[in-house]
């Protein structure tokens, strides 16, 4: 057996992708896979969820399933793993959570019955806002 001579400090920095980047490259990467529909919210200052939401709809289940799988591959090969996935085994609705980017994709049947595009776009007034 042979001891590894690399050692990392406690105090090395975490290589972490700036979210306008994580953000860019999900859009590019859903656009380039035929994604349709593809809407990105800034919710910084709106919400404590998330800074950005992108949503996009994939004509089918198969393609639901697809576009999920090329953006986690996209995220990870940017060296993002703290990643949550729900909703691949049905592939009606998709979520991954990237930390400050949540992803949305749909089948457009499902996407027209939740209609997170109009909740999330809507601005709220003080007053409107239950505390």
């Given at each position: ?61 198969r393609q639901v399933a697809a576009l999920a799988d090329y953006v986690v591959r996209g995220l ?56």
């Amino acid at each position: 057996m042979h001891a590894s001579s690399e050692t990392h400090s406690v105090t090395d920095p975490v290589s972490a992708v700036p979210a306008e980047d994580l953000l860019k490259s999900i859009v590019k990467t859903l656009d380039d896979n035929k994604a349709e529909d593809i809407v990105s919210i800034n919710l910084a200052g709106k919400s404590s969820i998330a800074d950005h939401l992108v949503i996009a709809s994939g004509r089918s289940q198969r393609q639901v399933a697809a576009l999920a799988d090329y953006v986690v591959r996209g995220l990870k090969a940017l060296g993002h793993r703290d990643l949550s996935v729900e909703g691949l085994e049905q592939a009606d609705w998709v979520l991954i959570d990237a930390g400050d980017i949540v992803v949305h994709i749909f089948r457009p049947e499902v996407r027209n019955y939740y209609n997170l595009d109009k909740m999330w776009s809507t601005d709220l007034n003080d007053r409107d806002v239950l505390n």
